[in-house]
């Protein structure tokens, strides 16, 4: 065990300790030793959020993405609004690390009812956001039709899945200086495109949610996908919409 | 054991229970897994079915392919003409999974004579359709010439294998809004093409089989490499045809 | 055990069994496994040949190099000029398989001293003679100079390792139908460029060599790193020779 | 034990020997099989080396990295400079390995005040060298901004880390013959660049060290990203600096 890490009998260590593969605790270690392995999460950039009923688990900062361990992750209470920003109540909190910066936007996504959120910093996601700027402007989103990748995005919450014909809109914002200010441009974002299920930041990477964990992986696996294939595309002059 | 895929005992679970690597229950979640990993089945896309005897084992849709197990395996009994699609006889079926939507169209392999069919989203395979599409347009198919890889790939049942002079040829055909319409398109280019052991899709990806697992995996791995050879030589300007 | 690959009791099992990890037959398929792994041997192709003493080792044809097993491996007697092509005497044999097609480039390679010989199918190898081609003409080598990677290249043999200021140049030489009517193309290659441990094949991937096994492999791997480096250079206009 | 190794008991065995993997004679090996994996530190390129209170452990050189032991790791004592070079006292040395040819650099690192040193010969690295120098002559430092991976990079010691906003500037030394040639240049870029926890090497590669192993593997991880979105970017015309 890792003394960085050593907490006290009272700061809820059994909120992290579970034998099931699928515990949250166990899953955020795991997924982001997948994301590692595909350049996500390079120099401990990027997260991962996962709400289990009335708890949001969070991977910290600062820590190496594919040496996560269980007893890394901070737990919150939810519903978070009674908490305020300034003295979030945490019930379970690593000593000497520091939760994601990301934390204010995976809770932005919680409150739209995801059950998971991850964020990267995936090379093609930004590509795309430099290509369609230069393209299309500043305030176009992501576009692209007939690929049959697309079918793996939800058209909206509860209206099933994209299909081949289709065209796949995903906004951009720009970026801040902290990655928690990036919230209000996150909550207009879902505002102007309330079906969307993943939110592109100019020159940093990509939001993505599910309904639950493997949704909100799979989603962004295809997302990726689309994006690295979109930048090839680009590279050979073949029109992302049909 | 996932409860997902708790199945009753007369669900003929022995079908997909066995110590030997080699049983295409514990074969398809292996080679998923490498498939993964080669990026050609992200986000739960692209499948794979082996048929043993009067057995077809299916994967199963929408499961992540790199966490697959034996027991989200279907098995389908052969031949299966006389089964209606509409009311197809699983002889074993896993609770709460349905069959990959490419079952129709490993059907179609099957009655073929393969021994195994596995269908990828592979990026180099829909960006070869879409080279082929722009330079000679919507009805030709994939040709190219003179690279030992071809010699990866037969000539046709019984024919050994194509030679570094021949010339490879895949066929290609349009995408459809749902997999299982794919079929006709399927048939009637192994028609056209009789002796092909692939059929690309454009925009989608690609059908490859073989008489057995392991052709068909071989086999996909050099069509694979051979589509993103071709990618590189479009961007260097280098012709696939000598 | 595969029993594909069971042997008789005469058959010098005992040659391919050994519990050191350095023994060549189970360096052979460790190393095909991380080459499986660099895209090197996709689809069954290339192959790795290990001199050790008077035993020649050498990989099968036909097999998924990622699934490798020391009992796949044949074992030849050394030196084989006294055994013609035509007989060669075998020393060990796994049942139903035969031995790699590239086995007379491999024993070219170990009568010029060669402890370890390996072919790989790399795609960056494969472009390098299609640019050369293009670039220079059919009878051009690979050239390129000041590059860190290739200090990793020896000047020869008992020459030490080439400088930085040096040019690194490996002869190309064409393709033919059959594998093994290379020889007489890399023996002309070998004669006139005696101190190159390496020789390309166009269209087709590279044979190199290497002392022992670890420069072997070493070797292979800064060519390649070299060969990948040089396309992205072309890509981006930077010459290879300053 | 590999018997290369073998070390009379006089050669302080014990200074590489721990069962805690946060050991550096345990790290070090760790980081160069993961720096293998990303090619990194191909055919025995590029190097590692980490100080821990008066000890300085150092990789060997011509090791193949992803086969790296504990004891294969040389020890120095610290501090130096009472050590000329011509008689380095190594307190640990294992027989029939030589040091790092990166010792002298390493150690510049550390008289920085540096925690650990990792030297790569990335080809993103390399590519980026190249393009400043054709783009903006031989005396032009790398740039970028506006990018979010930036923020992994420290504004200079004590100083925080960069922001978005913020230009990342790496200087480019010119490669030399022989690596320890390159002390001079790269003492010359420190003092140049008194807040740098980097120099590219042209046509060679990079050094990157931080205040601590996790720190500089970490740093070493965001350059990597940030080189090879440059490439990425001159590839579709995007500038880098906004």
């Known amino acids: 065990m890792c003394p960085a890490d050593q907490t006290v009998a009272t700061n809820n260590d059994h909120l992290v300790q579970s034998e099931d593969p699928e515990h ?33 688990f969070i991977a910290p900062s600062g820590v190496q993405k594919e040496l996560m361990q269980p007893d890394n992750i901070f737990v919150l209470q939810w519903p978070t609004p009674k908490y305020p920003a300034s003295d ?40 795309v956001t430099l290509l369609v700027e230069r393209e299309k402007g500043p305030d176009a989103c992501f576009e692209i ?53 993943a939110v592109l930041v100019r020159r940093h990477g990509i939001y993505v949610w599910g309904d639950n964990t ?12 689309i994006f690295q294939l979109a930048v090839e595309m680009h590279k050979l002059g073949l029109p992302w919409v049909k």
Chains 1, 2, 3, 4 share one sequence.
């Open 145 to 197: 039709s007939n690929i049959e990748q697309i079918k793996g995005i939800p058209r909206g919450k509860g209206k099933g899945m994209l299909g081949f014909f289709d065209t796949l809109k995903i906004p951009i914002i720009e970026n801040t200086a902290f990655e928690e200010d990036l919230t209000s441009g996150l909550e207009a974002a879902m505002n102007k495109y309330p079906d969307t299920y």
């Open 24 to 56: 949250p605790a166990n899953l955020i270690p795991e997924l982001c030793r997948k994301f590692y392995n595909w350049g996500w999460v390079t120099g401990t950039g990027g997260g991962t959020s996962i709400r289990q009923g009335d708890h949001i």
């Open 214 to 225: 493997a949704k909100a992986k799979t989603q962004c696996e295809s997302l990726d996908y």
């Open 88 to 127: 979030r109540n945490y019930i379970r909190k690593p000593l000497k690390l520091n939760p994601s910066a990301c934390t204010p936007l995976f809770l932005t996504a919680f409150e739209q009812g995801a059950g998971c959120c991850i964020h990267t910093h995936s090379q093609w996601a930004v590509l």
